[in-house]
């Protein structure tokens, strides 16, 4: 249920108030909501959330790369953030997919094949229960 259209109201702050809601019922579990969400292997509504925005940039995988842009070895093959004048485009899916995808780790984006990107990615993101983007821009 939580699933249905996160991508499109997951970065909101209404996705607060359900993460909340999530720590709420897991710490009425037990004290750590952190290591419950381990446990349990469930993702918090941001894993969800980042989860969905980059398995959504993975299947359109057309968008400028900066080795296509830029002359010289950019180091990485990460995909080119468009720079943004409104509020609303620095919100947009797109732009933090984008964000998201550059900021994942390597050894995932890698991955060619799409059922083992995604086994991989929600790996990593039930061993990391983040409850805001900044904690996973921070990893």
């Known amino acids: 249920m939580i699933r249905y259209g996160i991508i499109l109201w997951g970065e909101e702050r209404k996705s607060v108030k359900i993460l909340q809601i999530q720590k709420r019922v897991l710490h009425s579990i037990k004290e750590s909501c952190r290591s419950v969400f381990k446990q349990l292997k469930f993702l918090t509504v941001t894993a969800l959330y ?4 980059l398995i959504y940039i993975k299947k359109i995988m ?16 990460d995909f080119h953030v468009p720079s943004c004048n409104t509020s609303l485009f620095k919100t947009s899916v ?23 990107f995604k086994r991989k990615l929600k790996l990593f993101l039930l061993d990391h229960p983040f409850y805001s983007l900044n904690e996973f821009f921070c990893v």
């Open 62 to 77: 057309y968008l400028r790369r900066n080795s296509g842009i830029y002359e010289c070895n950019t180091r990485r093959c």
């Open 50 to 53: 980042i989860f969905e925005v």
């Open 94 to 116: 797109m732009n933090t997919g984008i964000r998201l995808y550059n900021k994942m780790p390597t050894r995932i984006k890698q991955l060619d094949r799409f059922r083992d």
